[in-house]
């Protein structure tokens, strides 16, 4: 019997549409189990320790949330064991959120170490006069409340004690036990009343390499579990990132926080500096490591300058406070005489973001790179000048994330 070579080409091609189609659905199949950042383009794993391994086109993925840290210190239940107090501890909160967290931290550990009281801050701009109640961007009630059993609170100062009951004590913004034992405690044991100046020796939140004392833990909470804000600042930020991600659906609302702030780039120390980038080597980066024409992107800077043309011509979706900030909020959050909200607002948005990436290095960035290893938020790029063509995102993870030496990483186990 013949055989009919139409039938037979017919049967061969059947088979190889069954085949292809059995690996389109494989393929499919398995892609969905991951999501992709903004601009991505290739697939993206998870090691157990939580870095990313990619292919050589592809961008940064969003985090699983299993891998959200646990605070690895242990809260006292009652005030019990704290006796009456021995004095007071005044202090200010300075220079924006990026500050407080570290000011905060060292004010507490001293009123513990004390057994002072620690009176709720005012907050102080950078121009003089500038002076906020601490209720005005924070919530008092969760701060007095994380730190019940911890240290003694009271929100202002007894009228009896005058200025001049008060003695000014610098303390370096990583104090230690034997630095409060030394210069601290003597003045403290005199006075009884005491004015902490906090003063910022270096602006990087490496870990200690020193044993764990039983003050790390009073220093974690403080740092990490104190500090949130009050409903209005809060409900500013919500609708904020909810615009952000709505402006996202491209990339399943997924966005980049990227900390450029033209001032910043024009002063002294950023000239020259390969710690500073502009929005056009901040453009160039993003497109090599792999992000797309319409990836959305959250500048920290408040109003558009021109010298930002060169990112939004390549990146169209991006934006500033000015343009995403509810109209009605503007008066009070954008166009105030003072800048302290719309840090908070940067140094929120940033912490919450899939993806953050500091074009200016500094404390900003090693307290909200903090901030997001708390949280399980570990996509950080550090921006750099790529030659090469393309490159891998994973080469520009954070030090911070890659080495686990942040802070953090001493508070959250």
């Known amino acids: 019997m013949g055989v009919d070579l139409r039938q037979v080409v017919a049967g061969i091609l059947t088979i190889t549409m069954f085949v292809m189609l059995g690996n389109m659905i494989k393929r ?7 999501e992709k ?13 939580g870095i990313v391994s990619v292919s050589k086109t592809s ?13 690895c210190w ?13 004095g007071s501890i005044t202090f200010s909160l300075i220079n924006g959120p990026e500050y407080h967290v570290s000011q905060i931290s060292a004010a507490v550990v001293v009123a513990k170490y004390l057994g002072a009281t620690l009176v709720i801050p005012d907050i102080r701009g950078t121009t003089p006069g500038d002076k906020r109640s601490f209720e005005d961007i924070y919530d008092v009630d969760k701060f007095m409340q994380s730190l019940d059993g911890v240290v003694n609170v009271m929100k202002e100062q007894p009228s009896e004690i005058s200025a001049q009951d008060v003695a000014v004590v610098k303390v370096p913004s990583k104090i230690t ?9 003597p003045v403290f044991r005199t006075k009884s009343n005491i004015r902490l100046a906090t003063y910022f020796p270096s602006v990087n939140m490496r870990k200690k390499k020193t044993q764990k004392s039983e003050l790390d833990a009073v220093m974690c909470l403080a740092m990490f579990g104190t500090l949130e804000l009050q409903p209005e600042v809060r409900e500013v930020v919500d609708s904020m990132v909810e615009r952000l991600r709505t402006l996202s659906r491209k990339s399943d609302g997924r966005f980049l926080a990227v900390d450029l702030r033209v001032g910043m780039l024009e002063r002294k120390n950023c000239q020259g500096s390969k710690k500073c980038f502009n929005a056009q080597e901040i453009a160039e980066f993003l497109q090599k490591i792999g992000y797309k024409k319409d990836t959305t992107i959250y500048l920290t800077q408040s109003r558009w300058d021109s ?9 169209p979706k991006t934006y500033t406070k000015e343009s995403i900030m509810p109209v009605v909020k503007k008066a009070k959050f954008l166009n105030a005489e003072d800048s302290e909200f719309e840090k908070v607002i ?5 912490s ?17 790179a903090g901030k997001r290893i708390a949280s399980g938020r570990t996509q950080i790029l550090v921006p750099a000048i790529i030659e090469s063509p393309s490159a891998s995102p994973t080469d520009h993870l954070s030090s911070y994330v890659v080495k686990k030496n942040h802070l953090a990483h001493s508070c959250f186990c």
């Open 307 to 315: 010298s930002l043309d060169a990112l939004k011509e390549v990146f």
């Open 59 to 71: 961008g940064p993925r969003k985090e699983d949330s299993g891998g959200e840290l646990k605070p």
């Open 37 to 49: 950042l903004p601009g991505v383009t290739e697939d993206a794993h998870y090691s157990e320790q």
């Open 352 to 368: 919450e973001s899939d993806v953050f990436v500091p074009a200016i290095s500094g404390l900003f960035y090693s307290n909200v």
């Open 28 to 34: 499919e199949h398995f892609d969905s189990v991951h």
């Open 346 to 350: 940067d140094y929120y948005i940033c």
């Open 177 to 185: 036990e034997d630095y409060i034992a030394d210069h601290v405690e």
């Open 74 to 86: 242990e809260k006292p239940e009652s005030a019990e064991a704290l006796g009456d107090p021995k």
